[in-house]
Each structure stands twice: as structure tokens, then as C-alpha cells.
């Protein structure tokens, strides 16, 4: 059980827009720590792909935005093209500055 | 530009102790964190636990506290993680990944090492 709750799938095709969703709690996301995603493509390390909730690390593409309200955060991605196809997880830190992940969210593209 | 480089691949029985390493070069400051993070097979990422290189100021998951040691030698810029004993549900891949102030995030990760506990 992580302590970020992620949906386990999510689907979209080529050119649509998808959200994947990172809900946490008053300890981690609403106490105001950051949250970051990281894109996880098969058998390859994770990447970082937002981070402090919006911010992109250079060389990632615009259509990949990120924003925070309250407990919850979100990705967005736009123009979905068949390399997103992947693992996406989010990740902030609790109370007592221990970082914690979602469960992560696999991405098709139909 | 920063590259983590981790230990081989290792193969042990229960019982047997372990410790494999992550070293930075390029732009590692000992202002830097470095991360363990856990995978297991087909599994989400875990975060095990981060060590500060400058002092060794280390902070451990309380799923991780007293399972695993971190350590690092910040005169060569590497982080350890280590087992005293090792279980078979201890395979998994272990990833280390570096995050400083500025971003918060893990910028760059190290390619990962396959840990396999088995009798």
C-alpha cells in the first residue's frame, strides 16, 4: 500500500490528452512538500520529469505539465504520442522529510 | 554532466551478507543526497532511505530502518547499501538517484542493480 494513491492505468490515443492523478494527505502533499514525477519507460531507470510540482528538468517536452492543489497533484500530458507509453510515478516527502512514492500509473496508448 | 555508476549484478543465499555501491562523477557536490530506492520485480519504486554526502546525515523509511545500512565516502563520491543478511524477499532492483535543493527531485539515477537472494 503506498502512500500515494495513484490510478493503476490509464489509456489514451495518439494526439489525446491524458491526466494521471497523485492523491496524498496532510502529511506529505498538503503540508506543503513538493511533488515530483518520474517516467519509467520498460527495462530503463526512471527519468525525472517534473519537479517542485511544475518545473521541467531540461530536454523534457512541453506537453508534459504538472500542477498541485491541496493533498492532490496531477499530471497532464498533451498530444499523447506512442513513446509515452510507460510507467509514471509520483513521489513527494512526509512530515519527517522521508520521501514517499505512488504506487504508479501505467500509461497505454491505444 | 552527472552519472551515477552502480555495482554489478549480484547472485546470494539467504543468510549472506551484501554491499554494493553507486559512485558519482562529473558535477557531484558533497551537497548532494543521494537515494537507495527499491524495485521489486514487477513492483512500484520504494524510497529506502538518503544520504547527505557532506556529513553523512542519513534518513531511513521506517519499512527500511534496521533492514539495510547506507553509508558513503565522500572523498570518492560513492554511496553503499548494504545487507548483514539477506532474505529471498530482499531480490529486487536497487536503484540509486541523486537530488540537491535546487530541484528536490531525483535528477539522475544510477542504471540500477539487480539483487537475486536465492537458496
Known amino acids: ?110 | 554532466e552527472v552519472q551515477l555508476v552502480q555495482s554489478g549484478a549480484e547472485v546470494k543465499k539467504p543468510g549472506e551478507s551484501l554491499k554494493i555501491s553507486c559512485q558519482g562523477s562529473g558535477h557531484i557536490l558533497t551537497t548532494d543526497w543521494i537515494a537507495w530506492l527499491r524495485q521489486m520485480p514487477g513492483k512500484g519504486l520504494e524510497w529506502m532511505g538518503i544520504i547527505y554526502l557532506y556529513d553523512s546525515d542519513i534518513r531511513y523509511s521506517p519499512s527500511f530502518q534496521g533492514q539495510v545500512t547506507i553509508s558513503a565516502d565522500k572523498s570518492i563520491s560513492t554511496a553503499y547499501l548494504q545487507w548483514s543478511s539477506l532474505k529471498a524477499s530482499d531480490t529486487a532492483m536497487y536503484y540509486c538517484a541523486r537530488t540537491t535543493v535546487t530541484t528536490g527531485g531525483f535528477d539522475y539515477w544510477g542504471q540500477g542493480t539487480l539483487v537475486t537472494v536465492s537458496s
Not at chain 1, 506543503?32 to 517542485?52: F, M, R, S
Not at chain 1, 498530444?79 to 522529510?97: F, N, V
Open chain 1, 1 to 110: 500500500q503506498s502512500v500515494l494513491t495513484q490510478p493503476p492505468s490509464v489509456s489514451g490515443a495518439p494526439g489525446q490528452r491524458v491526466t494521471i492523478s497523485c492523491t496524498g494527505s496532510n502529511s506529505n502533499i498538503g503540508a506543503n512538500y513538493d511533488v515530483h514525477w518520474y517516467q519509467q519507460l520498460p527495462g530503463t531507470a526512471p527519468k525525472l520529469l517534473i519537479y517542485g510540482n511544475s518545473n521541467r528538468p531540461s530536454g523534457v517536452p512541453d506537453r508534459f505539465s504538472g500542477s498541485k492543489s491541496g493533498t492532490s497533484a496531477s499530471l497532464a500530458i498533451t498530444g499523447l504520442q506512442a513513446e509515452d507509453e510507460a510507467d509514471y510515478y509520483c513521489q513527494s516527502y512526509d512530515s519527517s522529510l522521508r520521501g514517499v512514492f505512488g504506487g504508479g500509473t501505467r500509461l497505454t496508448v491505444l
